[in-house]
């Protein structure tokens, strides 16, 4: 095991060790820069919560499945998956395959982890269904478990980061997840600067094909403007978060590539219903009917993505997305609201956002478009961990943000958002609950039949529409530049990409 240390840079920067098994950078082949919008506050699977660690940690770590660009579940450390009753799952692993630091993997890793998993508060509702004393080691490359019930997105959660298979014996003998990983992905870690940068080398004992970058370089540039003056500079060589105001002068640009995609997010202001005023339907009722979203979405996204209309993006299975029309503004209807609200001339609130440009200028135009009722709105921008913590500790009336569930199944694009077990948990900075949603959310992974299954997200989507936790801006997309030597990045419906297939040609 190697650690890396502590390295002293200017304005206090937070330094953060990484540890790995890798060789050093060879210099034989290019490393690949990218800017990214935001960093993370943690690196441990199983805290993960937000795209910016899963960034990282799909570079480094390997799941038993995971889903391709083409939507498709395929195999990753797993060989075969067999599901002989609703209940019961044997997995055997891929041979020879080794961690970075060149221990093998083994069914042990495997238990290790699904079973750290189960034990967090933040995810026992995915794995937390998982018998613990089913578990059967069969084999170093087999075992079996059961399950305490159906559960029909079960597949598909063992693609989830959370459960990115980690080395027992690298955890157990004190490193801290939190700032060191070892995995048996394409890359290893060998330092992380929160805020600033993470780099990587490759894993020269990686089980799949070797990547054909000696490494990657990823710099965190929170304005917009700047990722594309890095691109175009040659600094970077890819840029992520690509804001469509920047569109028509990239796209102009012989030297960049754009690659664009529908992607699975639902971009949404959530409101605090934990404290006045949303903790009255009336505040938040006026409020849909106070925004103009269609300005705001035509200026700020500039129609990129799609009004949204449902908690469940139209990607996904059972959604009701396209069967609605997106909020239109009544005025008069939220003058009476605010009022019966008690929100009068001089209503002060907050609306908190990360240092993303686009949420940023969302709060800036809602900020304008109050103060003709007389509300004044205060922006707070803050960066992303700052952020995190603001929302935990319940300070803000309104937050911006963005959810893309890694499990694509439409039971998880309801569960972290909306279902009380989860109120004060990101997404659901909104503290919303609802013992009859969660009842209904519940039901539908417990279910296997798809008519069922249609008709209870039916009417969970309807019941959320109904209560209002949230106003909803647009389903994403995902937009990504590249300078033109680059090769090789298929692009997945969600801001982290896996990058160990991409080229960097000479210039």
């Known amino acids: 095991m190697k650690k890396f240390g502590i390295v002293l840079l200017v304005l206090s920067l937070v330094f953060l060790t990484a540890c ?132 029909a997105a079960f597949l598909s959660s063992l693609s989830h980061p959370a459960v990115s298979i980690l080395s027992q014996k690298f955890i157990e003998g004190g490193a801290d997840p939190n700032t060191e990983m070892m995995g048996t992905g394409p890359f290893v870690l060998d330092e992380w600067v929160q805020n600033d940068h993470a780099t990587f080398s490759r894993n020269e004992n990686y089980w799949g094909d070797m990547p054909k970058i000696s490494g990657i370089e990823m710099k965190v540039i929170p304005e917009a403007s700047q990722r594309i003056i890095e691109l175009e500079s040659g ?53 849909i009917n106070a925004i103009d979203m269609n300005s705001i979405f035509e200026t700020v996204y500039l129609d990129s993505g799609k009004l949204a209309t449902s908690p469940i993006n139209p990607n996904f299975k059972y959604s009701i997305a396209d069967d609605l029309k997106p909020n239109a503004v009544n005025k008069e209807k939220a003058k009476e609201l605010f009022q019966e609200a008690g929100m009068g001339e001089g209503t002060a609130l907050s609306i908190y956002t990360s240092d993303n440009t686009q949420r940023v200028n969302v709060a800036t135009m809602m900020q304008d478009q109050l103060s003709e009722y007389g509300i004044n709105l ?112 298929k692009l997945l419906p969600k801001y982290p990409q896996e990058l160990k297939d991409v080229t960097v040609a000479e210039k």
């Open 235 to 287: 600094g970077v060589d890819l840029a992520y978060k690509i804001d469509p105001n920047d569109l028509e002068t990239i796209e102009g640009n012989d030297d960049i590539n754009v690659l664009k995609r529908l992607d699975n997010s639902i971009h949404f202001i959530g409101f605090n219903m934990s404290k006045a005023p949303f903790n009255n339907k009336a505040a938040r009722e006026a409020m």
């Open 20 to 151: 790995s098994g890798g060789k050093e950078k060879t210099g034989e082949d290019p490393v690949l820069k990218v800017a990214v919008s935001e960093d993370t506050s943690t690196l441990d699977t199983a805290t993960v919560n937000d795209d910016y660690a899963e960034n990282i940690i799909i570079q480094v770590y390997d799941t038993l499945v995971k889903r391709n660009p083409d939507g498709e579940i395929v195999n990753s450390l797993a060989e075969s998956i067999e599901n002989p009753d609703p209940t019961t799952y044997e997995i055997k692993l891929r041979d020879g395959v080794k961690f970075s630091n060149g221990d093998p993997l083994t069914v042990d890793d495997v238990i290790f982890t699904l079973k750290r998993a189960a034990a967090t508060e933040k995810f026992s509702s995915f794995y937390g269904n998982i018998i613990p004393d089913s578990y059967e080691k069969v084999d170093d490359l087999t075992l079996k478990f059961k399950l305490a019930k159906p559960d």
């Open 378 to 489: 205060d922006v707070q921008r803050l960066e992303w961990g700052a952020f995190i913590d603001a929302l935990k500790a319940s300070e803000h009336d309104m937050f911006i943000m963005s959810w893309n569930p890694s499990i694509v199944d439409p039971h998880y694009e309801l569960l972290q958002p909306f279902h009380s077990s989860n109120s004060g948990n990101g997404p659901n900075y909104m503290y919303y609950t609802n013992p009859e949603l969660d009842k209904l959310i519940e039901a539908g992974i417990s279910t296997l039949d798809e008519k069922e299954r249609a008709e209870i997200y039916k009417k969970a989507q309807e019941m959320v529409n109904e209560d209002m936790p949230m106003l909803y801006i647009c389903y994403g997309e995902t937009i990504v530049a590249a300078n033109k030597n680059v090769d090789g990045l």
